[in-house]
């Protein structure tokens, strides 16, 4: 039996290279691993095999301020950027959060970094942000000055959206260069509003719910300035409030576009090609419930397997909506653990239940 093994990672307990490697040991059939990701954390490991690129590190600014050691990938003239590897909510300690203060600037150090080293196309990855600055501090960072009453730069972050009085593009990095930029993202929020990067994901960033209203506010008076220097609307446009944001700035003043995260992933690692010659298909993450229909990783391998109907069997630490999931076209969902454990027990004995329940799936299934 060929069995495909395409996880996203189960956070901070297994990569999704590592769930692979577990189904393999679990099975002694010949499993393909592709490690997959919806444009979140992981996506540069889940196309480090199939890219074959090289790593590379950079120290930049962090979401706070300080400093920190970013990674990233060039294959060719293509770099792969994580934004959570410079303004990663992940980054900061919990009293740290507050996305009316921290930035994207990092983010934009990391594209200079890239360009220097020869990369002229740009995939920048927009989950996991700590963010809410409407990008402009990576758009700083590469040279776009945002200037208020004075004359002077604002902070480049939330609290300075409102300070803008002018911009100038004149220092633009890349005016006269022939590069390129897509944005990987999960999310279709818009950049303004109740379903926008403030009101939906602010408060997970440490925003206070008295100060949504104005921080909505800063952020659409940023986008009034913008589009009037730009000449061009670009706020409703989904997934520009992904990362804070940070897909905005990058169709609007970088002139790049917006796409699914998992499909950008799907088509690099030949998923479609693996599906066609597998029996079945495994796939998971660390949770798996209705929201998972919303274009998370299980989902996007479960439309592309009915495709070449291929059966799908997902696994997840934690699982809800099982006959949803059902009902959607998974032929199993299956929860690794078998009693709940407090979280740290269960983050670090995850490989080991996840190699389990898949033997004792296929010793009765298959």
Known sequence: MNVLACFDSFKESMSAKNAGEVVKRALDDDVEIIPLADGGEGTLEALSDGLKGTYYHVEVTSPNFKRVIARYMIADD?????????????????EEKNALYTTSLGVGEMIVDAFHHGARRFMITLGGSATNDGGIGMLTALGICFLDGHHQPVSPNAQGLGEIVSIDRSHYL???????????????????????????????????????????????H?????????????????????????????????????????????????????????????????????????????????????RYHKPVVVFAGKVKDVAL??????????????????????????????????????????
Not at 231 to 244: H, L
Request: one cysteine or more.
């Open 78 to 94: 293509l770099a792969v950027i994580e934004c959570a590897q410079a303004c990663g909510l992940d980054l900061l300690e919990e």
């Open 174 to 220: 890349f005016q006269n260069e022939d590069v390129s930029f897509i944005a990987a993202c999960d999310v279709e929020n818009p950049l303004l509003g109740p379903h926008g990067a403030t009101y939906v994901f602010g408060p997970q960033k440490g925003l206070q719910e008295e100060r949504l209203e104005c921080v909505d506010q800063a952020m659409a």
């Open 222 to 306: 940023y986008a009034l300035l913008s589009e009037e220097a730009l000449g061009k609307c670009y706020r409703e446009i989904p997934g520009t409030g992904a990362a804070g944001g940070l897909g905005y700035a990058i169709v609007s003043y970088l002139g790049g576009r917006l796409e699914k995260g998992f499909e950008i992933v799907g088509q690099m690692v030949h998923l479609d090609e693996a599906i066609k010659k597998a029996d079945v298909v495994v796939t998971g993450e660390g949770s798996i419930d209705q929201q998972t229909l919303s274009g998370k990783t299980p989902y996007g391998v479960l439309m592309h397997a009915k």
């Open 325 to 366: 999931l059902k009902e959607a076209g998974f032929m199993d969902v299956i929860c690794i653990n078998e009693e709940i454990k407090d979280l740290a027990t269960m983050l670090k004995e995850g490989p080991m239940h996840l190699e389990r329940a898949v033997r004792r799936y296929f010793d009765e299934n298959c």
